[in-house]
């Protein structure tokens, strides 16, 4: 959830006036039947789960810090820009 209010004036719903008042947004949620984990989920624990794939997954490509622009594989970089090239690509 975004909480930066900066230039919508008076638009917002009543009770979520600024960022102290997310709470009201779970409250009434909650009441309206959402579990804990979806709560949970809404509240940020996605982003954390889908970041830390992302993270896990560029472990995987990184090329290790020892090796030299020259001792790289073609197969694992684009001629180009020196870009990581999709699992199974060709390089032309």
Known sequence: LGSD????????????EDPSRLPNLFAELHRRGYDEAALAGIAGENLLRVWSAVEAYAQTIRT???QTPSTRTPSTRTQSTGAAAPRGATIR
């Not at 209010?5 to 979520?16: A, K, N, Q, R, S």
């Open 5 to 16: 209010y900066d230039g919508v004036g008076d638009t917002l719903p009543e009770g979520l």
């Open 64 to 66: 290790p810090s020892t």
